[in-house]
């Protein structure tokens, strides 16, 4: 079974900069969740999709981030403008059914972004 | 507040050496604990999801429990393998369900 892809692995930029994540979940998934992880800290939610609907993106900083999933399979993140506390990887998880469920999440490996 | 926290930040161990890793959590409605592993440069990597307290859940040298207010992930006689960060995940019910994720353990079995 293919796992979660994401690309492009690695990217940096400079400040002001504008950038792009995309992730490929896996098959049939209908939840893709986008997480933010800095160094030293654990995973944080961004934004929450149940198939091409947003379930949360409470924390999701929208004045520069915005995220939107096609079709309910393949997802973009992009930040425009990037600051230098963006810096850190950026994490594409699935899991099968709903957000009501308690289902575990598979994760890709993820996009490491630093911004100079 | 939800809040989750994992002790140690960091833990070296002999070969052999066994030990527990802390999670502790204050959240409301708890729909389940999930213990994750990470590898330098992956994803986190599901293990064990703890439902109610006083569940025990195993796989090869590790055995996870679950009390009202923390969970324990035990590590039996560790070989340089289990190396990783080991993330912690309460479940709790805000409309839908939402994991917080803790900080992490950073493990390092040395031989």
């Known amino acids: 079974e293919a796992g979660v892809a994401q690309s492009p692995r690695y990217k940096i930029i400079e400040k002001r900069q504008s950038v792009a994540f995309w992730c490929n979940p896996i098959?049939?998934?209908?939840?893709l969740y986008w997480y933010q992880q800095i160094l030293g800290q654990g995973p944080k939610l961004l934004i929450q999709?149940?198939?091409?609907?947003?379930?949360?993106d409470s924390q999701l900083p929208k004045d520069r981030f915005s995220a939107e999933r096609l079709k309910g399979v393949d997802s973009t993140l992009k930040i425009q403008p990037a600051k230098l506390e963006d810096s850190a990887v950026y994490l594409c998880?699935?899991?099968?059914?709903?957000?009501?469920?308690?289902?575990?999440?598979?994760f890709g490996s993820g996009t490491q972004l630093s911004v100079l | 507040e939800d809040q989750v926290t994992q002790s140690p930040e960091a833990l070296r161990l002999q070969e052999g050496e066994s030990s527990s890793l802390n999670c502790s959590y204050t959240?409301?409605?708890?729909?389940?604990l999930f213990w994750y592993r990470q590898d330098p440069g992956k994803g986190p990597e599901f293990l064990f999801t703890?439902?109610?307290a006083g569940e025990e859940k195993e796989k090869e040298r590790l055995k996870a429990t679950l009390t009202k207010k923390e969970s324990f992930l035990h590590i039996t006689a560790p070989k340089p393998e289990d190396s990783a960060t080991y993330l912690c995940?309460?479940?709790?019910?805000?409309?839908?369900?939402?994991?917080?994720f803790g900080a992490g353990t950073r493990l390092a079995v040395h031989p």
């Open positions: 998880a699935s899991s099968l059914f709903g957000a009501s469920t308690n289902e575990k999440l598979f």
């Open positions: 098959s049939g998934h209908a939840t």
């Open positions: 999709f149940q198939n091409n609907g947003v379930v949360d």
């Open positions: 959240v409301s409605g708890l729909r389940g």
């Open positions: 703890l439902y109610s």
């Open positions: 995940a309460p479940m709790f019910s805000g409309g839908y369900n939402k994991l917080i």
